[in-house]
């Protein structure tokens, strides 16, 4: 059973920049496909970002936050982050690390992701 971890969100005026992290425990680091998703009061979840699992690691954007956020894999401290920058009042929400063994589309749903975390809040300020 694979556990996740985040940490890292808190408040941030509008601009700013904030890293999130996941730490990922109880599964094969490398098999997983990671991913970063959020859900703003009264919305649906929705994907943020991806790494695949091959070797390099190929990364996928929603296209909200294509060029301000990066995703990024560490093989040897098994964590995936999520640096935004630039960061506008629409990107508040509760931030969700999300694993999965699954190979995954372009558009990945929720339903393709088998673990997740508990979830950490991300408030951006006007």
């Known amino acids: 059973q694979v556990q996740l971890v985040e940490s890292g969100g808190g408040f941030v005026e509008a601009g700013g920049s904030l890293r999130l992290s996941c730490a990922v425990s109880?599964?094969?680091?490398?098999?997983?496909?990671l991913a970063w998703f959020r859900q703003a009061p009264g919305k649906e979840r929705e994907f943020v970002a991806s790494?695949?699992?091959?070797?390099?690691?190929?990364?996928n954007y929603a296209g909200s936050v294509k060029g301000r956020f990066i995703i990024s894999r560490d093989r040897g401290e098994n964590t995936v982050d999520l640096q935004m920058n630039a960061l506008i009042p629409g990107d508040t929400a509760v931030y969700y690390c999300a694993a999965t063994v699954r190979t995954l589309t372009l558009r990945p749903r929720t339903a393709d992701f088998s673990s997740w975390g508990q979830g950490t809040q991300v408030t951006v300020s006007s």
């Open positions: 790494s695949n699992r091959i070797v390099g690691g190929a990364t």
């Open positions: 109880g599964g094969v680091f490398d098999n997983l496909n």
